[in-house]
C-alpha cells in the first residue's frame, strides 16, 4: 500500500488528444517508458500497449476507451488519460476534459490538423483547458514542422508559440534544437536518452533567427517580455520560460513541440514541456457547484469539506469502478461519501491509483488527484460526490444526443432479462449510449453516436458473457421541422364534466426558425398585451408547446427549428388553470403544426476521405451515389482528400465500400453536421 504525498503543485492531470491515428497511444506509451512506469516499449500495431488493454482496441488498433494512467518526472506526479480519437466515441474526450487541468494535442507532421484534432481542439476550447502541441511522426516522408504548424494557426487559430527546430529531415530526423535554452538533443538510434550538445553549425543562424522570432511574437502578447525586449533587445531564457508557461495558462498562446512518439525520440522535452508550462491544480480556478439554490467555490485544498467528480465508471460482472477527479479535500478508505444528484450515501471500500487496466491500493487521496475508488454503488458518470457534512453539487458534463440506433433482441427469448441488464450495464458505463423501448413496435432501440459505437457496444454484451444478441439495421434520429408557418392560429380548450372546468384560449403564430432548412431548436415567446393571458398561464402555455414538439404531424418524429409566438388569448375566471393552459399549449401546437407546411430532416455527417489519386473518380461517384455533397478536395502526402457532406443514413456499410473500391488503402472520418431536408417525404400542408 501507498500513501499519496505529493504536493499540489507537484501534480498535472492531462489528457492526450488528437485525431484517429495521429499517434496519441504511442506518445502515452513513450512517455510511460521515459518515465520508468514501464520497461518494455508498447506498440499499437502488435497489440501490446499499457492503455489499448481492451481486446476491442487491439482487434481494431484504436482507442475507444478513455484510459488513466499515472507516472512521475523531474518530482512531478503526472495523471494522464490517453483518449480516443474517433468521433464516434467523443463523449469520452468530453467527460475527461471536464476533469482535466491541461492536455497534449498530437498532430501528425504530414496531415496536420485533420478534422477530428479540429473537434477536439473545439471541446478542449469550450472546457477553457490550457493546451501545448507535439507534432509528431516527424521521421516520415513529406513531414513538415512550418506546415503543421501553419494548419495550426488557419484551422483553430491559437498563437502557435514554436519552441524547437527540427535536426534533419523525414528518415534522416534525429533531434531537436531546443530554442529556448539554445542546446540540441539528439538521439541515436535505439538510445532511450537525448544527447545533449550545441546547436549543430549548419542550424547555427536558423535557430538564432527563429529564436528571434519566438521573442518577438512572445514580447508582443505579453508585457513582461516586452519590457524586457526593448530594454536589452532580447529575452533571457528564464523570462521565457516563465512568459511560455503563462501564456498557456490562460490560452493567448499555444507551445509547439517536434518528434516521433515510434521511434522515442521528443519525449523527454515534452514531459518536461508539461512540467514547465501546463498547470497544477493550484494553478486552475476553484471548481464551483450549487447547494439550495447557490453557488459555491472550493479550493484545491487538502484541508477543505471533500468533493469529486464521477467521470467514468467501469462495470463488470466481478465489480464496480468509479474514476473520480478530486477537486478538493481528502477522502480515505471507508469514508462515508453523499451523492447529491441522487440523495444517496456511498462507502468508499478502497482507494486505487490506476494503470489501465491494474491498480496500485492507496490509503486516501487528496484535491488534485484522478484515482478510481470501489464500493460506490450507484454513482453514474457525471455525479458529484461530497462530505456528507458540506454538500456541493457540481455540474457534470453533457452527454451529446445519439444520432443512430438498432434494434436489438436476445435470440432465445429465456435470455430477455439477461439482455436487460447487460445494456443497463452498458449505458451506466457511457452515458453517451441510449436504451429505450419503442411505444409503437415493441423493440429494444440501443442509440448511440455512430455505427462503429453500436457494433462496440454489442460486441461487450457478447464478450462479458452476455446471452446471443440480434441486430437489426441502424436507423438514424430523424427530425420533423416547419418549412411555412400559419398566423393567428386560435385553439379554445374547453372540458365540463361536472367538476371544476378547463377553459384556455390561446392565439399562436409559428414559424420556422431560421431561413436555412436544416435549422434546428425551438424558441417560444409572448407579445400578449394588456394582461389577456397571466404571466403564469404563459410559461403553461410554453410547457405545453414543448409537450408538443415530441411527435410531429408527418411521421412522429421529434419537431425542431420552429419559432412560436403566442400572440392573444383569454381567460375564464374559474376555470382557467395552468393545467388548461398547458393542454391548450399542446394541442393547440399539435393542429397548427398539421395546417404548416412542415418537412423531414435528417442527420448529415462531414466526411472526410482519404485514398491514394487513382481511386478519387470511384469514390467521387460513390459519394454521389449516397447522396453526398463534395464540399473540396486536396492533395496531401501522395494521396487525394475529399471533404462532403453526407446524410448518416447512407453511411452504413461505407467502410466495407470504400475499402473495396481502394483496395484497402481508403480511410474514412466522420464528425456530426446537423441536419438537412430529406427528400422524402415532400412538404404536405
Not at 461 to 474: L, Y
Request: charged share 25%; with cysteine; hydrophobic share 40%.
Amino acid at each position: 500500500m501507498r500513501t499519496n504525498t505529493t504536493t499540489l503543485a507537484a501534480i498535472r492531470n492531462l489528457g492526450i488528444l488528437a485525431h484517429v491515428d495521429a499517434g496519441k497511444t504511442t506518445v502515452t506509451e513513450r512517455i510511460l517508458y521515459a518515465t520508468g512506469t514501464t520497461h518494455k516499449r508498447g506498440e499499437v500495431h502488435d497489440g501490446t500497449t499499457v492503455t489499448d488493454f481492451d481486446p476491442r482496441e487491439r482487434d481494431r488498433g484504436i482507442t475507444i476507451f478513455a484510459a488513466a494512467v499515472s507516472c512521475d518526472w523531474d518530482g512531478h506526479r503526472i495523471n494522464l488519460i490517453d483518449t480516443p480519437g474517433h468521433v464516434d466515441f467523443a463523449d469520452e474526450v468530453e467527460r475527461s476534459l471536464r476533469v482535466l487541468d491541461g492536455a497534449v494535442a498530437v498532430f501528425d507532421a504530414v496531415a496536420g490538423v485533420e478534422p477530428q484534432s479540429e473537434s477536439v481542439w473545439r471541446q478542449a476550447d469550450r472546457h477553457g483547458v490550457p493546451r501545448i502541441a507535439f507534432v509528431n511522426k516527424m521521421d516520415r516522408a513529406g513531414a513538415d514542422l512550418d506546415r503543421a504548424v501553419e494548419s495550426v494557426r488557419q484551422r483553430l487559430h491559437p498563437v502557435p508559440l514554436v519552441v524547437q527546430l527540427p535536426v534533419g529531415a523525414e528518415d534522416g530526423f534525429t533531434g531537436v534544437v531546443d530554442l529556448v535554452r539554445m542546446r540540441s538533443l539528439v538521439w541515436a538510434d535505439g538510445a532511450g536518452t537525448a544527447v545533449e550538445g550545441p546547436v549543430p553549425e549548419a542550424l547555427g543562424e536558423e535557430a538564432v533567427r527563429r529564436r528571434r522570432a519566438l521573442e518577438e511574437t512572445v514580447a508582443e502578447l505579453h508585457p513582461a517580455a516586452l519590457e524586457e525586449f526593448c530594454d536589452r533587445g532580447t529575452v533571457s531564457a528564464g523570462t521565457l520560460a516563465a512568459t511560455l508557461r503563462e501564456l498557456t495558462r490562460t490560452g493567448d498562446g499555444v507551445v509547439v513541440l517536434c518528434g516521433s512518439a515510434y521511434r522515442n525520440r521528443g519525449i523527454e522535452p515534452l514531459l518536461d514541456a508539461v512540467v514547465a508550462y501546463l498547470p497544477s491544480p493550484l494553478d486552475v480556478r476553484a471548481v464551483r457547484g450549487v447547494h439550495e439554490g447557490t453557488e459555491q467555490e472550493r479550493a484545491a485544498d487538502p484541508e477543505a469539506p471533500f468533493a469529486g467528480l464521477v467521470f467514468k465508471v467501469h462495470a463488470s460482472a466481478t465489480g464496480r469502478l468509479a474514476y473520480v477527479r478530486v477537486y478538493a479535500g481528502t477522502i480515505e478508505k471507508g469514508d462515508t461519501v453523499w451523492d447529491p444528484g441522487t440523495g444517496r450515501t456511498e462507502r468508499v471500500a478502497r482507494i486505487l491509483r490506476v494503470m489501465a487496466d491494474r491498480h496500485d491500493r492507496l490509503d486516501r487521496a487528496v484535491a488534485g488527484d484522478i484515482v478510481a475508488l470501489a464500493g460506490v454503488k450507484s454513482a453514474r458518470a457525471g455525479a458529484t460526490l461530497c462530505d456528507p457534512g458540506a454538500p456541493l453539487l457540481l455540474e457534470p458534463p453533457v452527454a451529446p444526443e445519439p444520432v443512430v440506433s438498432v434494434a436489438v433482441e436476445a435470440r432465445r427469448s429465456t435470455d430477455t432479462g439477461r439482455l436487460s441488464t447487460a445494456l443497463a450495464r452498458l449505458a451506466e458505463e457511457d452515458p453517451s449510449l441510449v436504451v429505450r423501448t419503442d411505444a409503437e413496435t415493441g423493440q429494444t432501440v440501443l442509440s448511440g453516436m455512430g455505427e462503429l459505437h453500436l457494433e462496440v457496444a454489442v460486441e461487450k454484451i457478447r464478450r462479458d458473457g452476455g446471452p446471443e444478441v440480434s441486430v437489426g439495421r441502424p436507423r438514424v434520429a430523424y427530425r420533423e421541422t416547419v418549412v411555412e408557418g400559419v398566423t393567428g392560429f386560435v385553439f379554445r380548450h374547453v372540458k365540463q364534466d361536472g367538476g371544476a372546468g378547463q377553459f384556455a384560449h390561446v392565439v399562436l403564430d409559428v414559424e420556422p426558425l431560421g431561413p436555412e432548412a436544416g435549422a434546428t431548436g425551438f424558441e417560444f415567446r409572448s407579445t400578449v398585451a394588456g394582461g389577456a393571458v397571466p404571466q403564469e398561464y404563459v410559461r403553461a402555455v410554453e410547457a405545453g408547446c414543448r409537450d408538443a414538439l415530441a411527435e410531429g404531424p408527418l411521421e412522429g418524429h421529434p419537431v425542431t427549428g420552429l419559432r412560436v409566438t403566442l400572440t392573444d388569448g383569454s381567460t375564464h375566471v374559474k376555470d382557467s388553470s395552468d393545467t388548461a393552459f398547458r393542454t391548450a399549449g399542446r394541442l393547440g401546437l399539435r393542429q397548427a403544426l398539421r395546417a404548416c407546411a412542415t418537412a423531414l430532416l435528417e442527420p448529415v455527417a462531414e466526411v472526410t476521405v482519404t485514398v491514394p489519386e487513382d481511386a478519387v473518380g470511384s469514390v467521387l461517384g460513390d459519394l454521389a451515389a449516397r447522396r453526398g455533397r463534395v464540399g473540396g478536395s486536396e492533395t496531401r502526402g501522395g494521396a487525394a482528400v475529399l471533404t462532403a457532406t453526407v446524410p448518416l443514413a447512407e453511411l452504413f456499410g461505407y467502410a466495407t465500400r470504400l475499402r473495396s473500391r481502394t483496395q484497402g488503402r481508403g480511410t474514412f472520418t466522420t464528425r456530426p453536421a446537423g441536419y438537412a431536408p430529406a427528400p422524402r417525404p415532400a412538404p404536405v400542408r
